[in-house]
């Protein structure tokens, strides 16, 4: 049985549901597509709603003004949405996430690289940091489903990978002009540009299983969303129900099993979905603050969370950018798709990890565009040709990621004395970076400084977030990209909440799945890794359900 | 250990500079494109933006008002380089309301208003001043100057509905890449370019 979409408004629980699935995001939707192939009823409940292709295009060309950010477009914010913040490095949270189906991909830059061996083993060879419970040879071969299901645009012969066995789907995506003129100065200083793999097409490439049911056309250009999987996943008889955002998990007398989600109906109505088996893929704030507010007797501190590290370990990857202008040189900024196209993972990799590791990505849509320098200001005619052609086209630039260090003290928690709309206390999040972030951010940037006064430019900009006051930057400029941690992978469950199957060490019912659980960052973009542990966990799920003998009695 | 191929031929690379043509004109194609980087299509034949309206009189009862004002506010928006075609905001208005019908009611709202601002400095409809005293409305009223807003004032939905759209056409038409070297104006225009000194 199957719906495909509660359009019609009707949001009522499904019957007989093995797997109900919380959050339609990267975590979720690939997950719920593997196992509702699989011939599982999989429910997926989703906070946000579906964001239909005719309003997408108004909201995007709202996003170009500048008094709209990109809040507004994915209409993230009010009380639905509202968090606090303690500690230095305020997270503009709302500008950076998104509730609705596809999640926080509906935005994404398209980046998926790997993870590296050693982001896994960070305790076991520099004695800083935790190992996660697996290796990465463990998910290996799921990052290479992975990259197939969601088609990745990659160059195997591109230095500084970790190890992989397949060929990428397409051929890597052509290098921008400016992306040459690093590669230029990066060969003068001795530093290697490459290829970066990206989730967008360099070519036909069919992410659904019928082409001719691809309705498919994102405005932005080829790039995948989570959307390719929500929908294969109902294709394949999962159903989805947008706009029922979780209130909490209930839990059996023994508190042994959770038996249902409830979830709340844009008029008001609360249902109880009931399922076999509960996955929590709700993203790095709301899945922490999910379990929280289902505290109970037997779990007072929280669901799940006897360990007490629920919130806790949160991770990120603190940003830094350097931006210039070059004299004599027309950068073509904004002329190809995609935001980035190459980079240097060069200084990833460290013989002792002396500071965090280095994701650096070169930009290419650095400074304004023409459209959005002719919309700024009040001038018209030719003035205003001028004010555009004077802001065009010579910016550079580059973004780079940092690794930092887990701290028990960086988490979530939940803040009473605010509360969303629907009554339930807000989460608060605690975060700071710490030194060995800051350091690696002060080596990125020398790379890109070195680099722009190498092609003769002059540095406009050149911070990052542990550099200089975090709240003096603008919103763009500030953390919570990648926010990771707060429900950790890990073998003993007085330190972790999952284990290496993501399954909770407390519930054998309850499962995690998202950037929750990773145990250290490491500093590549976490897209990828998410949807590898994803679909690792279906096949541990899977692989339960088909010894499952009972179900739980409702 | 592969690098990427670094150095593009001095050819190619030469190619895509584009000799300016003379004089620069917008036409159905740039409109074309425009619609397209907005993620709309564009329609063939023609769809009526004004309806009769027996309540108009004078100068704004000619069938042809609403277009030819369109016209003019078009004008003086762009570099007085650039030939206004009728075909191109034709292409360009008819795609947007293909697209979304209720654009015609903020066209001809807009036509409104900017009459009104017209008959209010000068004493006559926009269309019918002379390019100095079209300039001097947009200048003395908030057009351009004021915010942009699709649930403000009327210059402010002016603002948003039609001048934003109108230089949005031309900043992400080919004619409107030329001017500026942009060989593919219409590549990424819907996103923000990435400014590290901006308020965003």
Known sequence: MSRTQSSDGDRTPIEDTEVCVIGAGPAGAILAYSLAERGHDVVVLEAGKRFEEKHRIDRLKRQHRSDHGVADTWEMGGDRDAYTTTGEHAWPVNKRRIKGVGGTTLRWGGVTPRLREKDFEMGSRYGVGRDWPISYADLQPYYARAEQEIGVAGDDNAPFQPPREVSYPMDPLPPSDTDQLFAQAGAELGIQVHSLPMAINSRAYSRTQDDGTDQHRYPAGSKYTAEVHVDKATAQGATLIDQAPVQRLEHGPDGEAITAAIYRTPVGDSHRQTADVFVVAAGTYETPRLLLLSESAQYPNGLANSSGTVGRYLLGHPPASVFGTLPDETTHQGEHGPQMSAGSYQFYENESAEQGSINIMFCNVAGPLPTQAALEGDRFGDELLQTVDDQYGTTVGMKLCTEMLPRADNRITLDSSKTDDAGNPVPSVQFEPGDFARRGQEKGIQVGTDLIKELGGTVRHAEGTMTTGHDQLPPRLKGGFHPLGGARMGTDPAESVVDETLQTHDLDNLYISGGSVFVTPGAANPALTIMALSLKAADHIHEALSFRTTRIDQ | ?200
Request: aromatic share 6%.
């Open chain 2, 1 to 200: 250990m592969g690098t990427m191929d670094l150095i593009r031929s001095q050819t190619e690379t030469e190619g895509r500079e584009q000799a300016r043509p003379d004089p620069p004109t917008v036409t159905r194609r740039d409109a074309i494109v425009a619609l397209s980087a907005g993620g709309m299509a564009a329609v063939a034949g023609r769809q009526d933006v004004w309806e009769d309206d027996d309540a108009r009189t004078g100068p704004e009862a000619a069938p042809d008002h609403g277009m030819e004002t369109l016209r003019s506010l078009t004008t003086v928006l762009y570099p007085s380089a650039v030939d206004v075609r009728d075909d191109f905001l034709s292409t360009y208005l008819f795609g947007r309301i293909a697209h979304d019908g209720s654009y015609k009611e903020a066209l001809r709202a807009g036509v409104e208003t900017l009459d009104e601002l017209a008959r209010e400095h000068h004493g006559a409809p926009f269309r019918l001043l002379n390019t100095d005293q079209q300039m001097r409305v947009l200048r003395e009223s908030a057009v351009r100057s004021g915010e942009s807003n699709p649930a403000g004032t009327a210059v402010q939905r002016l603002n948003y509905h039609v001048v934003d759209e109108l230089l949005f056409a031309l900043y992400a038409s080919p004619t409107g890449g030329e001017l500026l070297g942009n060989a593919n104006s219409a590549g990424f225009p819907l996103d923000s370019g990435y400014v590290p000194w901006g308020t965003q």
